[in-house]
């Protein structure tokens, strides 16, 4: 599909595992940020514009968007199998940190060393998913359709407050219209 990116039919079921249980421990808060740095700039599993469509179909799919892409990218390497792969490379190391955290959070809540280190955890994570969302958004910039979809949704969550369903169920039927009527007026 995307050019120079051939290497991606010899993803092995051990490659999926270790790719995504990295993605579920590093990614603090925001997986999308590990997500796009291991498949996109580590692995070069899928080009920049084919995350972003993958990100696209499955923020729209019920349940977790980034179980969604790691089912997505397991099957289109390695079938259902590599789907289960991923999926359990993604939650199985979280899990069990995330249970020793919590458990640790749960009998110290005040701690002040806790407040402090859930406080900078979180303007950490804001920090990555301003800069993955700018980066997501690099590839579009010549493209003025797009940009004025990605400032509608930005207006509706962040400055109107609306729920990202909401929005989601404005924008796709309205985007989709928006590029039937594009392709139209090229052909």
Known sequence: MADGLDSRANVT?????????????????????WAR???????????????????????????????????YVGS??????????????????????????GTLYLRYP??????????????????????TGIKMLLPHRNRPTALFFAVLAFSGIVIAKLPLLIVLLGLVPLSIGVAAVEILRTE
Do not use: D
């Open 110 to 131: 005040h701690l002040p060393i806790i407040q402090k280190m859930l406080g900078g955890l979180s303007a950490a994570a804001a920090g990555l998913l301003i800069a």
């Open 13 to 33: 079921l051990g490659e999926l595992f270790l790719a995504f249980a990295k993605i579920g421990l590093c990614g603090i808060s925001s997986l999308l940020v």
């Open 37 to 71: 740095r291991v498949i996109v700039e580590e692995r070069h599993w899928m080009s920049e514009a084919e995350f972003v469509e993958t990100i696209s179909v499955c923020q729209f799919l019920p349940g977790p968007y980034i179980s969604n892409i790691s089912i």
């Open 76 to 101: 289109k390497f390695r079938g259902s199998v590599g789907a289960i792969v991923a999926l359990l490379g993604l939650t199985l190391a979280p899990l069990a940190v995330g249970l020793a955290l």
